[in-house]
Protein backbone atom coordinates (compact mmCIF):
# COMPACT_ATOMS: atom_id res chain seq x y z
CA UNK A 1 0.00 0.00 0.00
CA UNK A 2 3.19 2.48 0.49
CA UNK A 3 3.67 2.05 -2.94
CA UNK A 4 0.85 2.49 -4.44
CA UNK A 5 0.90 5.69 -2.18
CA UNK A 6 4.19 6.99 -3.68
CA UNK A 7 2.63 6.52 -6.95
CA UNK A 8 -0.34 8.00 -6.51
CA UNK A 9 1.45 11.61 -4.58
CA UNK A 10 4.37 11.33 -6.97
CA UNK A 11 3.47 13.50 -10.34
CA UNK A 12 5.95 11.80 -12.82
CA UNK A 13 4.95 8.11 -11.15
CA UNK A 14 1.42 8.65 -11.57
CA UNK A 15 1.75 9.94 -14.63
CA UNK A 16 3.63 6.63 -16.34
CA UNK A 17 1.55 4.71 -13.96
CA UNK A 18 -2.17 5.68 -15.94
CA UNK A 19 -0.09 6.21 -19.41
CA UNK A 20 -1.78 2.96 -20.74
CA UNK A 21 -5.58 4.42 -19.33
CA UNK A 22 -7.86 5.76 -21.93
CA UNK A 23 -9.39 8.93 -21.31
CA UNK A 24 -12.89 7.51 -20.49
CA UNK A 25 -10.94 5.32 -17.72
CA UNK A 26 -8.86 8.48 -16.62
CA UNK A 27 -12.38 10.49 -16.44
CA UNK A 28 -13.48 7.07 -14.37
CA UNK A 29 -10.81 7.38 -12.30
CA UNK A 30 -11.16 11.35 -10.95
CA UNK A 31 -14.46 11.01 -10.64
CA UNK A 32 -13.99 8.13 -8.00
CA UNK A 33 -10.89 10.00 -6.67
CA UNK A 34 -13.42 13.37 -6.46
CA UNK A 35 -15.47 11.08 -4.74
CA UNK A 36 -13.61 10.43 -2.38
CA UNK A 37 -12.24 13.63 -1.35
CA UNK A 38 -15.88 14.99 -1.11
CA UNK A 39 -16.72 12.14 1.09
CA UNK A 40 -13.40 13.19 3.22
CA UNK A 41 -14.52 16.66 3.40
CA UNK A 42 -17.53 15.68 4.83
CA UNK A 43 -16.05 13.69 7.58
CA UNK A 44 -13.60 16.20 8.25
CA UNK A 45 -16.55 18.87 8.59
CA UNK A 46 -18.31 16.31 10.86
CA UNK A 47 -15.15 15.96 13.53
CA UNK A 48 -14.58 19.25 13.67
CA UNK A 49 -18.41 20.15 14.67
CA UNK A 50 -18.05 17.44 16.95
CA UNK A 51 -14.96 18.97 18.49
CA UNK A 52 -16.36 22.57 18.38
CA UNK A 53 -19.48 20.86 20.40
CA UNK A 54 -16.97 19.06 22.95
CA UNK A 55 -14.96 22.13 23.36
CA UNK A 56 -18.41 24.20 24.10
CA UNK A 57 -19.43 21.41 26.93
CA UNK A 58 -15.64 21.58 28.56
CA UNK A 59 -16.00 25.25 28.64
CA UNK A 60 -19.81 25.41 30.16
CA UNK A 61 -18.07 22.81 32.78
CA UNK A 62 -15.24 24.83 33.34
CA UNK A 63 -17.24 27.75 33.87
CA UNK A 64 -19.38 25.86 36.52
CA UNK A 65 -16.29 24.43 38.33
CA UNK A 66 -15.41 28.43 38.96
CA UNK A 67 -18.67 29.76 39.64
CA UNK A 68 -18.87 27.26 42.61
CA UNK A 69 -15.46 28.49 44.13
CA UNK A 70 -13.57 25.23 42.71
CA UNK A 71 -10.47 24.58 40.58
CA UNK A 72 -9.22 21.67 37.89
CA UNK A 73 -7.08 20.83 41.08
CA UNK A 74 -9.59 20.36 43.06
CA UNK A 75 -10.48 17.84 41.21
CA UNK A 76 -7.31 15.60 41.06
CA UNK A 77 -7.85 15.09 44.60
CA UNK A 78 -10.52 12.74 44.34
CA UNK A 79 -9.66 9.27 43.27
CA UNK A 80 -12.08 7.41 41.18
CA UNK A 81 -10.13 5.49 38.99
CA UNK A 82 -9.49 1.73 39.83
CA UNK A 83 -6.20 0.75 40.87
CA UNK A 84 -4.19 -1.57 38.53
CA UNK A 85 -4.62 -5.28 39.06
CA UNK A 86 -1.81 -6.22 41.24
CA UNK A 87 0.71 -8.98 39.31
CA UNK A 88 0.91 -11.88 40.93
CA UNK A 89 4.43 -13.11 42.52
CA UNK A 90 6.25 -15.64 40.10
CA UNK A 91 6.21 -18.71 40.90
CA UNK A 92 9.36 -20.49 42.62
CA UNK A 93 11.23 -22.79 41.09
CA UNK A 94 10.63 -26.91 41.31
CA UNK A 95 13.19 -28.23 39.39
CA UNK A 96 17.17 -27.46 39.54
CA UNK A 97 20.13 -29.17 37.26
CA UNK A 98 23.84 -28.21 37.91
CA UNK A 99 24.91 -28.07 34.57
CA UNK A 100 28.65 -26.81 34.11
CA UNK A 101 28.92 -25.29 37.49
CA UNK A 102 25.62 -23.48 36.17
CA UNK A 103 22.86 -23.89 38.66
CA UNK A 104 19.53 -24.23 36.27
CA UNK A 105 16.05 -23.85 37.78
CA UNK A 106 12.59 -24.95 36.18
CA UNK A 107 9.29 -23.68 37.84
CA UNK A 108 7.65 -26.89 36.08
CA UNK A 109 5.31 -25.26 33.87
CA UNK A 110 5.91 -23.85 30.52
CA UNK A 111 8.30 -25.41 28.05
CA UNK A 112 10.92 -27.61 29.35
CA UNK A 113 14.25 -26.59 29.17
CA UNK A 114 17.10 -28.25 27.08
CA UNK A 115 18.84 -29.59 30.01
CA UNK A 116 16.27 -31.23 31.46
CA UNK A 117 14.51 -32.48 28.24
CA UNK A 118 18.22 -34.00 27.05
CA UNK A 119 18.40 -35.84 30.54
CA UNK A 120 14.56 -36.97 30.55
CA UNK A 121 15.22 -38.39 27.02
CA UNK A 122 18.40 -40.06 28.35
CA UNK A 123 16.00 -42.35 30.70
CA UNK A 124 16.22 -39.87 33.89
CA UNK A 125 13.26 -39.32 36.33
CA UNK A 126 12.36 -35.85 35.94
CA UNK A 127 11.41 -36.34 39.99
CA UNK A 128 15.25 -36.78 40.43
CA UNK A 129 15.59 -32.99 40.04
CA UNK A 130 12.79 -32.22 42.13
CA UNK A 131 13.90 -29.17 44.70
CA UNK A 132 13.95 -30.99 48.14
CA UNK A 133 10.76 -29.82 50.41
CA UNK A 134 9.03 -28.55 46.31
CA UNK A 135 6.81 -31.59 45.67
Known amino acids: MNEFINVL ?6 KAAVKELSLEE ?9 KVIDDREVEEQAEAAANAERNERIANILAQ ?12 DI ?5 APKKRAPRPP ?7 GELITWT ?15 GKSIDTFLIPGME
Open 26 to 34: LKDVAAKLN
Open 65 to 76: IEQNGLSIEDLG
Open 94 to 100: KYQITVD
Open 79 to 83: TTAKA
Open 9 to 14: THGRRF
Open 108 to 122: GQGRMPTVFKTEVEA
